[in-house]
């Protein structure tokens, strides 16, 4: 007899044997879950919110859009001071102690958010555009200093901007020509253009939406959205789903170290969780050589529910 | 004519041959198609693992319809928004029984024996199952997929893994979802599957009282 069937039987000697069909089994169970699945898609269909686009964005709430655009410009944004992978701003990364995996990674994405999110888009739309070709020569023969003179007096009147037909007002001040910047880069955002613009990589084909949702994360029209559907970080989001649906429920664990402190006020609450769901899944996988988690199944009377029929004998 | 040559069947250094006798030998269709069992089989608890795999055969089957037919597809028509509901409610069966089926065998301590390995593997199937399932949000091109990638970003990248793995790219994220991961699960789920058909289902707790040790030693 071969090895495997011989282990077997001396494994189960002494043991009654009885019929059984696995694969009837998994025929069954097939035709079982086709039968649930196919009722689960015909009576609630699957989640599907349509996404959102630059456009609707600049669209919708245009003064988040032109502030979020100005904090790229003066490198004041999220992204402008991520760290890597995107830059290398300094003691950006999350960290614990010398531990800090993204500076070991370095810069793999490069992403300049001034010249990738409105410079360069500016550029590629001003052909034809005297104003704006105007306005990013004089942005750009500007001193860094007076740069930020007028991206700063422009932030601090943002606060109090009002959007109308299309156009973001703000009170009179030195802007010099953000202003112009800005109205332009909102049309260009308003027709759709800059959804394009700013997947531009010199490729005809892209599948590579880094850059669009960086910029879309940046600014507040995204989080508010995920917010009215209890989709952000505090709101057990990534184990959430779009309306009434089941979002991945398995994460729970995953999402619940977020939700309790230190994890939800700790700067690298990121890097702390992740190195926790590591060490928690090989414990996990380890459970047969660790005493104690080892042994709980046998103290537990579990095991004589599901072998009642062995104990009974 | 039968002049076979007997040198033939115990040629030592034929790998092929080497290959098919440690195959015959440690994957007997006894114990891989096997048509009885100990008579203690018999509890719902079972059956998870089995409901489990019938949600995976869904998934890839549904899966391969909605690669067929492209990421957009789903979006735009009825059909596909059809075959992308038996997708997701497939996954959280799947998701589901497959969880029962390891707090199941958790309480069955069914690592003993000497079934560590078929224990380990099963957890990383999890794990990769749960990479899997994310990367597969990721690609449903939706609002969802844009939250989940703006929102997951921060982990992956304070972890060091966005450095390669950049869930803000689509391209990279459904191609992940569609191929390697599928292969990976499905492997390890059929790498599961032999691991438990080669030592059979473990015997109950003994009532006397035992360590429950990975190595204990069948009484």
């Known amino acids: 007899m071969s090895g495997a069937a011989s282990s077997q039987d001396r494994y189960y000697a002494g043991i009654r044997m009885v019929r059984y069909d696995l694969v009837k089994e998994l025929v069954i169970a097939l035709v079982v879950t086709a039968l649930l699945v196919l009722v689960a898609a015909a009576a609630f269909s699957s989640p599907d919110d349509p996404s959102v686009t630059i456009q609707t964005w600049a669209q919708s709430d245009p003064v988040d859009f032109v502030t979020t655009a100005v904090s790229e410009l003066s490198g004041q944004s999220e992204t402008a001071g991520y760290g890597q992978p995107y830059n290398n701003t300094p003691d950006a990364a999350q960290a614990i102690g010398p531990i800090q995996p993204a500076v070991w990674a370095g810069v793999s994405t490069p992403i300049n958010p001034a010249q990738d999110f409105v410079l360069k888009p500016l550029t590629l739309a001003s052909t034809g555009n005297p104003t704006l070709t105007a306005a990013l020569q004089a942005y750009d023969q500007a001193g860094a200093t007076q740069q930020g003179a007028w991206l700063d007096a422009y932030t601090k009147a943002l606060a109090n901007a009002t959007a109308s037909d299309g156009q973001v007002t703000v009170a009179s001040g030195d802007y010099g020509p953000v202003p112009t910047l800005m109205s332009n880069l909102l049309a260009v955002a308003r027709t759709g253009g800059l959804d394009g613009l700013l997947l531009d990589s010199g490729h005809f084909f892209q599948t590579d939406f880094t850059r669009p949702l960086l910029f879309m994360g940046d600014g507040s029209y995204l989080s508010n959205l995920a917010a009215a559907q209890h989709l952000t970080g505090d709101q057990w989001g990534m184990m959430n789903e779009t309306g009434s649906y089941p979002g991945q429920t398995w994460l729970w664990l995953y999402t619940f170290w977020y939700q309790v402190p230190p994890f939800s006020t700790a700067p690298n609450a990121d890097l702390v969780v992740v190195i926790l769901m590591v060490v928690l899944t090989a414990l996990l996988a380890l459970v047969p050589f660790i005493p104690i988690l080892r042994d709980i199944p046998r103290w537990l009377p579990v095991h004589r529910l599901i072998w009642r029929r062995y104990y009974r004998s | ?219």
């Open chain 2, 1 to 219: 004519m039968t002049d076979r040559n007997p040198a033939i069947d115990t040629d030592s250094g034929n790998w092929t041959l080497a290959i098919r006798r440690w195959l015959e030998r440690r994957l007997p269709l006894d114990s891989l198609l096997p048509h009885r069992m100990p008579y203690y089989v018999g509890s719902w608890v079972y059956v998870f693992g089995v409901v489990a795999i019938a949600g995976l055969i869904w998934i890839v089957a549904s899966g391969v319809v909605l690669a067929f037919f492209g990421p957009q597809w789903w979006h735009i028509s009825s059909v596909g928004r059809f075959v992308n509901s038996i997708h997701f409610w497939s996954v959280q069966v799947f998701f589901i029984f497959m969880v029962l089926h390891l707090w199941g065998q958790y309480f069955m301590a069914s690592w003993r024996d000497g079934r560590a390995p078929t224990w380990m593997i099963g957890v990383v199937i999890f794990a990769v199952s749960v990479g899997t399932a994310f990367t597969g949000y990721l690609s449903q091109q939706n609002f969802d997929a844009q939250w989940i990638a703006v929102n997951a970003k921060d982990a992956t990248n304070a972890a060091g893994v966005g450095a390669f793995f950049n869930v803000l790219n689509f391209g990279q994220m459904y191609g992940l979802h569609v191929m390697i991961f599928p292969i990976l699960v499905t492997t390890l789920v059929a790498l599961h599957v032999i691991q438990v058909r080669i030592r059979g289902v473990v015997k109950p707790i003994d009532p006397a009282g035992s360590a429950g040790g990975a190595g204990e030693a069948s009484k």
